[in-house]
């Protein structure tokens, strides 16, 4: 065998800890803190080529064995484990090379955080790591029999890894990547369903162990996300592992990135539930930032790797108001929408006013003189802005998709007197066609996204069904089915 000291590769991409290293099998020794020795067999590979042998890279400096094994444990067996501590770096070595790809594919989409430090996974050079008898080994090797499934005490049962959660007073839009961000905090959701059943919006969520589950389950259960509504109620699972065929919005499985998306939209039993999944809306919270909404499912980190202890993680949902689960609030003021791709033969203040003025009180409303296709619209506040904005996103409006972005102006002007601007500015500050005004309004617990069904109130009593159906075919539409609530 050839012994020679490590050096760290500044080669971007592979950055193994070997510059230039022999074929053949050779011992791995590290001179600082007298670190661990370790020999590998097999031949030295191109960067990047799969190998059951983990390469981790920027771990903190106090990082544990048994942080390290964490990392791998969703995926499989961890059956090695060598600590570069010196170096802030760790081999990992897993029971199959499936395993490892799953473990590399997912870090490559989802960043681990380990106390707020970004951690690089690659494949290592090498297919396999094989221990002496140093006390770091030693050390090693008995986190890996504490943390291995077969050494769990079976005399105390676990409860279930696979949660069932159920949220109530749907106020506002909740998404599957919301509930990956919220659930993230107490460990690595490895596979999510979000479903309707009895009119309830409701999830599967799978952590890699029951006490993940546990810790998320004593955090979370009874929490609002948003102030005052969507409220979660959370379950143990008659289920122990979730069978995730898709990864797309109604379900993903992270430690798979390579399932088909699926062509088909799901049912949905309310329209309620339908914000999660139309397309064309942002999957967003009225809290979500500006034009991004939740971060794509793909950037979450997996918490369980960033949240010290339970209290700590309990301390987060102490907070008043929107961030009650983290998600920041929109900066104040920001209340003036920018629509773009109006149609400009069509659009008029009044037609723009009803629409937007289902998700929020429209203040006043401007369609810009020169650019017809555009306008202006402000809203009572930055949440409202932030509803229309995520429910009419790509909606079609007299046969253009609208697109809707935060301005950067903070209130609609009025035209000065004397200067006519053709009806293009209107004032609707007083009018009586607002729904929000009273604080904590029912109206807010009927937002959905635009669809065909509609719903009618403040019917005189002397209207009848065919008066009804007369009104609505006369600007256009055809009405294919009409109930009155009994």
């Given at each position: ?5 490590i ?5 971007r991409?592979?950055d193994?800890?070997f510059?230039?290293?022999?074929n053949?099998?050779?011992i ?10 370790k020999k590998?067999?097999?031949d ?10 983990i390469?981790?890279r ?11 094994i964490s ?12 600590m570069?501590k010196?170096?802030?770096?760790a ?7 499936e395993?490892a790809q ?28 094989k ?10 090797q ?16 676990a409860?279930?890894s696979?949660?069932?959660?159920v ?16 659930f993230s905090?107490?460990?690595?959701v490895l ?9 309830q ?17 004593l ?7 948003y ?6 109620r ?5 289920l ?22 699926g062509?088909?939209q799901p ?6 539930m339908a ?7 942002i ?16 950037t979450l ?8 202890t ?6 987060s949902?102490s907070?008043?108001g ?5 998600f ?5 003021g ?8 109006l ?8 037609c ?23 306008a202006?619209?402000?809203?009572s ?14 909606q079609q ?10 301005s ?7 035209p000065r007197e ?8 209107k ?12 604080p ?5 617990s009927?937002?959905f996204?635009p ?5 009618l ?5 002397s ?7 007369m009104?609505?075919?006369s600007s256009g ?5 009409f109930?009155?609530f009994q």
């Amino acid at each position: 065998s050839v012994h020679q000291d490590i050096t760290v590769g500044t080669k971007r991409g592979s950055d193994e800890l070997f510059s230039s290293v022999p074929n053949g099998p050779y011992i791995m020794s590290t001179t600082a803190n007298g670190n661990d020795s370790k020999k590998f067999k097999g031949d030295i590979r191109g960067p990047g080529v799969p190998s059951r042998v983990i390469h981790i890279r920027k771990l903190p400096i106090d990082i544990t064995e048994a942080e390290v094994i964490s990392l791998g444990l969703p995926f499989g067996d961890v059956t090695n484990l060598l600590m570069l501590k010196a170096k802030n770096q760790a081999f990992l070595e897993m029971n199959s090379e499936e395993a490892a790809q799953n473990m590399v594919g997912y870090y490559s989409t989802v960043m681990p955080i380990i106390r707020q430090h970004p951690v690089y996974v690659q494949f290592s050079n090498h297919k396999e790591l094989k221990t002496d008898n140093s006390p770091n080994q030693e050390r090693a090797q008995a986190a890996l029999r504490a943390l291995s499934s077969s050494h769990v005490d079976a005399a105390v049962p676990a409860p279930s890894s696979v949660l069932r959660v159920v949220v109530e007073n749907l106020v506002y839009p909740v998404s599957l990547d919301a509930l990956c961000q919220i659930f993230s905090k107490f460990g690595t959701v490895l596979r999510i369903i979000v479903f309707t059943k009895n009119s309830q919006f409701q999830a599967l969520l799978q952590y890699p162990d029951g006490a993940s589950a546990q810790a998320a389950k004593l955090s979370l259960d009874g929490q609002n996300i948003y102030n005052g509504c969507c409220t979660l109620r959370i379950s143990f699972s008659k289920l122990t592992s979730l069978n995730v065929k898709y990864n797309n919005e109604k379900s993903r499985d992270f430690t798979r990135p390579d399932l088909p998306s699926g062509d088909s939209q799901p049912t949905m039993e309310h329209p309620a539930m339908a914000t999660a999944f139309t397309p064309g809306i942002i999957s967003a919270s009225p809290y979500a930032g500006a034009t991004h909404g939740f971060p794509p499912a793909f950037t979450l980190q997996p918490a369980s790797l960033t949240v010290p202890t339970l209290p700590g993680g309990l301390a987060s949902l102490s907070l008043p108001g929107a961030t009650r689960l983290g998600f920041p609030p929109l900066p104040a003021g920001v209340c003036v929408l920018l629509i773009s791709n109006l149609n400009p033969e069509r659009v008029t203040p009044h037609c723009l006013f009803i629409l937007f003025g289902v998700y929020g009180d429209v203040m006043r409303v401007k369609i810009l003189f020169n650019k017809k296709e555009n306008a202006l619209i402000q809203m009572s506040d930055s949440t409202q802005a932030q509803l229309a904005m995520s429910h009419l996103s790509g909606q079609q409006l007299h046969g253009k998709s609208l697109r809707i972005t935060l301005s950067k102006h903070t209130s609609v002007q009025l035209p000065r007197e004397g200067h006519e601007d053709q009806g293009l500015t209107k004032d609707y500050s007083n009018s009586p066609l607002h729904r929000f005004k009273k604080p904590g309004s029912k109206n807010y617990s009927n937002i959905f996204p635009p669809s065909a069904t509609l719903h009618l109130s403040n019917i005189p009593p002397s209207v009848v069904e065919d008066d009804l159906k007369m009104l609505f075919s006369s600007s256009g539409a055809m009405v294919k089915a009409f109930k009155f609530f009994q």
